[in-house]
């Protein structure tokens, strides 16, 4: 029906509707069908007429007339209040796992009620992943705090502060050349499956995808080395290896790793300063020919036994 058809439909039940105030929906119907096909305007079926009109005499109880449009499905909209808000308060803030759908039903609320209030007060935020801290890690960082606390100067700015001076160094995690495939975006919009093939529909993936592992640190005079870490794969290429071997870093090659590449790139750096030299708590920094060679290097160091792993959410380096 056109939009002339349905214009002429609301204004004729808002006359039957005055003229005849018992009647109903099918006595209303029963005078508009064949007005409708006098008027050769056509209609889907009687079932969607009859609806339509249901729905113009539920607006004309409500406001008289059948010329004002209800907005939405009609449902009045529910007022945010003080209370409300106090209700989303206590169900909801700082809480997980309370989505709006959950709680909306528990407020007397409709979903998108609750989330317009919920909007007003607090921001949805998605959970980090971190390293997992018991409590032996939570006493070492405490005790790792008190020492910066007592031997350092808090502010960095500070000219004399050996914050300026410490260099943080760090191994990445190894990662994938081929990254994961998110198949929820990748996407190919065509007309059949078979189409959609032939124009790149799969994707190659690697059983065993090959990795890598950087090293660097940063500094307040800046990145070491300055213009790229260094790929341990190209680092390690070398060694001599047996046959088949599987290349992997070890104490003595990391040790190589500092003498070589970190000490030198370093102190272009620290020219008129004394740098102190810290890596994490990773058994492999810790062997003695590592602690050896960084102090036959370094004149200053952070103290080995009062340093604490899991410290990446102060070395920002370590999470990488």
């Not at 008190?146 to 502060?161: A, C, E, M, V």
């Amino acid at each position: 029906m056109d939009r002339a058809g349905k214009k002429l439909v609301r204004e004729t039940i808002g006359i039957l509707k005055k003229l005849h105030p018992g009647w109903e929906a099918k006595r209303i119907l029963s005078d508009i069908k064949p007005m409708l096909e006098r008027e050769q305007i056509p209609y889907s079926s009687s079932n969607s007429l009859l609806q339509n009109i249901k729905y113009q005499l539920k607006k004309f109880r409500e406001t008289e007339t059948t010329t004002l449009r209800r907005s939405g499905s009609g449902r009045p909209p529910t007022k945010s209040s003080k209370q409300l808000s106090i209700k989303l308060k206590r169900l909801v803030l700082n809480k997980r796992r309370r989505s709006p759908r959950k709680v909306a039903p528990k407020v007397d609320a409709s979903v998108l009620t609750a989330l317009r209030n919920l909007k007003k007060f607090a921001k949805p935020h998605r959970r980090k992943t971190t390293t997992k801290i018991t409590n032996e890690h939570l006493m070492k960082r405490k005790k790792f705090a008190l020492w910066l606390k007592r031997h350092w100067k808090l502010n960095p700015h500070d000219r004399s502060s050996k914050w300026q001076r410490l260099v943080n160094t760090y191994f990445s995690k190894p990662f994938r050349l081929t990254p994961e495939l998110t198949s929820k975006n990748d996407i190919i919009w065509s007309t059949s499956r078979q189409d959609a093939d032939k124009h790149g529909g799969y994707h190659g993936r690697e059983k065993f995808s090959p990795g890598i592992m950087l090293w660097g640190g940063i500094s307040w005079n800046g990145l070491i080395p300055p213009e790229a870490p260094v790929f341990i794969d190209k680092f390690l290429d070398g060694y001599q290896w047996p046959k088949r071997a599987k290349k992997t870093i070890n104490g003595a090659r990391y040790a190589d790793l500092i003498s070589t590449i970190g000490y030198p790139s370093l102190m272009k750096k620290y020219r008129n300063r004394v740098p102190i030299f810290q890596d994490d708590a990773a058994s492999i920094h810790r062997t003695p020919i590592v602690l050896q060679q960084i102090d036959a290097l370094f004149n200053e160091r952070i103290p080995v036994d009062v340093q604490s792993p899991k410290f990446d959410d102060i070395w920002a380096i370590e999470t990488v």
